[in-house]
C-alpha cells in the first residue's frame, strides 16, 4: 500500500475519450432543477445520459453524456 497522496489527473476523463463521447455540465438551483422534468426527458429522447447529479451549496450540477455518432 502506498502512502503518498492520490493525485487528480488534469483532466477528468482519457483523452481518447474526446473522440468517442460528448459531455455537458447543467448548473441551476434544486428548485429549478426539480421544474426541469420535461426538459430531461427531451435530452433522454435525444441520446443523452444523465451521468450524475451533485448538489453543491445552493447549486444542483447534473453531468449528461452521450456517445458520438459519426456523421
Given amino acids: 500500500m502506498s502512502t503518498t497522496p492520490h493525485k487528480p489527473p488534469s483532466t477528468p476523463y482519457p ?3 474526446e473522440n468517442v ?3 455537458r455540465v447543467f448548473r ?3 428548485a429549478e432543477w426539480e421544474k426541469l422534468i420535461s426538459w430531461r426527458n427531451d435530452m ?3 441520446g443523452w ?3 450524475k447529479v451533485i448538489s453543491e451549496e445552493t447549486e444542483v450540477v ?3 453524456g452521450r ?3 459519426k456523421e
Fill in 15 to 17: 483523452p481518447h475519450w
Fill in 21 to 23: 463521447a460528448d459531455l
Fill in 28 to 30: 441551476t438551483t434544486a
Fill in 44 to 46: 433522454r429522447k435525444r
Fill in 49 to 51: 445520459k444523465l451521468l
Fill in 62 to 64: 447534473a453531468i449528461f
Fill in 67 to 69: 456517445t458520438k455518432t
